[in-house]
């Protein structure tokens, strides 16, 4: 499953996943196939994929899932899989590579005002007579270097966050345009399976986290005792349950979230864990990781509740595509093993354009300027990444 050495490979290190977590790496070499399903189709994709006589010796899928359900998925099969220490060592020579990035030129697309516009826009939605509960509007800032991006060199600045996992994968681009990337350091999982074993660990409801401990605190505190933020969190998690449940012979839910820390955000997270029904000839879970991952995809942390109200609303409301932000990034193997996380606190980079993402969820109670101001927070992990001194930006950015 793995390699004892790099083979030489594009000077951008372009065909290669790297996943990266406090459990570990996975740094996938190489191209071999492409798969590019939609959704709903995507588990029985997997499934002949691996089935197929000439499958690939890593034995391995790895990628990214869209945000919207109709659009392809991107997913690679290697041609190896490289151990940790190799791993490391590729990612600080990539890292190394080019200049420091040159003063960003940053755009809010939309402004942060035309933002909070659109949230009281959904409000009216949301207060009123119909069906939707629940809606995550997103914002995106486009930044302009001098230089070329180097996604690398953004994933290593964003080390040093053990509730979170790091993330570059390349994302498919039309002939004759630069590669591209997608490049976070989500602290959501949307769904591991080991076996039978599966977990989910949604977040919904989210504060900042400050200098000052004793304030920091405080707004955690805050957040527990939220009860917009309790609303929101369990219209993800009663989600998440109602689809996993058929498919168990046992799901343990929690009955009220716990705080999950990453170095710039509190949340409320709520671990879901299970184990999956026999449902094939030999003994084995049919259902793959990629298959569940797909079947919760999206869930209402990431898009609302009802699912196509919300996206139906998203599609509306939000003047950028969301493209594979706010999908998921991961990998499944042949057994059907794997880890999906939502793709969350990243940047599409693409030459010398890194775009940043971030969403808010909305309910009946939001105040868009408080949306708006959760957004700015959840921007700063990729902004710290950007080398940006987050004093020195616009208050209103």
């Given at each position: 499953?793995?390699?004892?050495?790099?083979?030489?490979?594009a000077e951008?290190?372009?065909g290669?996943?790297?996943?990266?977590?406090?459990?570990?790496s996975?740094?996938?070499?190489g191209v071999?196939?492409?798969?590019?399903?939609?959704?709903?189709?995507?588990?029985?994709?997997?499934?002949r994929h691996?089935?197929?006589?000439?499958?690939?010796?890593?034995?391995?899928?790895a990628?990214?899932?869209?945000?919207d359900r109709?659009?392809?998925?991107?997913l690679?099969?290697?041609?190896r899989?490289?151990?940790?220490?190799?791993?490391?060592?590729?990612?600080?020579?990539?890292?190394?590579q080019?200049?420091?990035?040159?003063?960003?030129?940053?755009?809010?697309?939309?402004?942060?005002?035309?933002?909070?516009e659109a949230?009281?826009?959904?409000?009216?939605?949301?207060r009123?007579?119909g069906?939707?509960?629940?809606?995550?509007?997103?914002?995106?800032?486009?930044?302009?270097?001098?230089?070329?991006?180097?996604?690398?060199?953004?994933?290593?600045?964003?080390?040093?966050?053990?509730?979170?996992?790091?993330?570059?994968?390349?994302?498919?681009?039309?002939?004759?345009?630069?590669p591209?990337?997608l490049?976070?350091?989500?602290?959501?999982?949307?769904?591991?399976?080991?076996?039978?074993?599966?977990v989910?660990?949604?977040l919904?409801?989210?504060?900042?986290?400050?200098?000052?401990?004793?304030?920091?605190?405080?707004?955690?505190?805050?957040?527990?005792?939220?009860?917009k933020d309790?609303?929101?969190?369990?219209?993800?998690?009663?989600?998440?349950a109602?689809?996993?449940a058929?498919?168990?012979?046992?799901?343990?839910?929690p009955d009220?979230?716990?705080?999950?820390?990453?170095?710039?955000?509190?949340?409320?997270?709520?671990?879901?864990?299970?184990?999956?029904?026999?449902?094939?000839?030999?003994?084995?879970?049919?259902?793959?990781?990629?298959a569940?991952?797909a079947?919760?995809?999206?869930?209402?942390?990431?898009?609302?509740?009802?699912r196509?109200?919300?996206?139906?609303?998203?599609?509306?409301?939000?003047?950028?595509?969301?493209?594979?932000?706010?999908?998921?990034?991961?990998?499944?193997?042949?057994?059907?093993?794997?880890?999906?996380?939502?793709?969350?606190r990243?940047?599409?980079?693409?030459?010398?354009?890194?775009?940043?993402?971030?969403?808010?969820?909305?309910?009946?109670?939001?105040?868009?300027?408080?949306?708006?101001?959760?957004?700015r927070?959840?921007?700063?992990?990729?902004?710290?990444?950007?080398?940006?001194?987050?004093?020195?930006?616009?208050?209103d950015?």
């Amino acid at each position: 499953m793995s390699t004892p050495a790099l083979a030489d490979v594009a000077e951008d290190g372009r065909g290669h996943v790297l996943l990266q977590s406090k459990d570990g790496s996975r740094l996938t070499e190489g191209v071999a196939a492409v798969l590019s399903p939609a959704l709903p189709d995507l588990g029985e994709a997997v499934a002949r994929h691996f089935a197929a006589p000439l499958a690939v010796e890593a034995g391995l899928l790895a990628g990214a899932l869209p945000f919207d359900r109709a659009q392809p998925a991107h997913l690679i099969a290697p041609q190896r899989v490289v151990d940790a220490g190799p791993a490391q060592a590729w990612l600080q020579r990539m890292a190394a590579q080019g200049a420091a990035p040159a003063p960003w030129a940053l755009t809010p697309q939309p402004t942060r005002a035309r933002y909070e516009e659109a949230v009281a826009q959904a409000l009216t939605a949301l207060r009123g007579a119909g069906e939707l509960r629940k809606v995550v509007l997103a914002r995106t800032l486009r930044a302009h270097s001098a230089q070329p991006v180097n996604p690398w060199r953004l994933l290593q600045r964003l080390a040093g966050d053990p509730g979170v996992m790091r993330y570059v994968v390349p994302l498919p681009v039309a002939a004759g345009e630069a590669p591209a990337w997608l490049v976070g350091a989500t602290p959501e999982l949307l769904l591991s399976r080991r076996g039978a074993r599966i977990v989910s660990e949604p977040l919904a409801g989210s504060a900042p986290r400050v200098g000052d401990a004793a304030q920091s605190q405080a707004l955690a505190e805050a957040l527990r005792g939220s009860a917009k933020d309790q609303q929101e969190h369990r219209y993800v998690v009663q989600a998440i349950a109602d689809l996993l449940a058929p498919l168990c012979r046992q799901l343990r839910v929690p009955d009220a979230p716990a705080l999950h820390a990453t170095a710039t955000m509190w949340h409320l997270g709520t671990h879901i864990e299970g184990e999956l029904k026999d449902a094939s000839p030999d003994g084995l879970p049919a259902a793959s990781s990629a298959a569940l991952a797909a079947l919760l995809h999206p869930t209402p942390a990431v898009c609302g509740t009802p699912r196509a109200l919300a996206a139906q609303a998203i599609a509306q409301l939000e003047s950028v595509p969301r493209g594979f932000y706010a999908g998921a990034v991961g990998w499944c193997d042949a057994a059907g093993d794997g880890d999906w996380h939502v793709a969350l606190r990243c940047a599409r980079v693409q030459g010398h354009e890194a775009r940043l993402f971030a969403g808010a969820g909305i309910v009946a109670d939001s105040v868009p300027a408080s949306e708006g101001a959760e957004t700015r927070a959840k921007f700063n992990a990729m902004l710290n990444a950007l080398e940006l001194d987050l004093s020195a930006l616009p208050a209103d950015l």
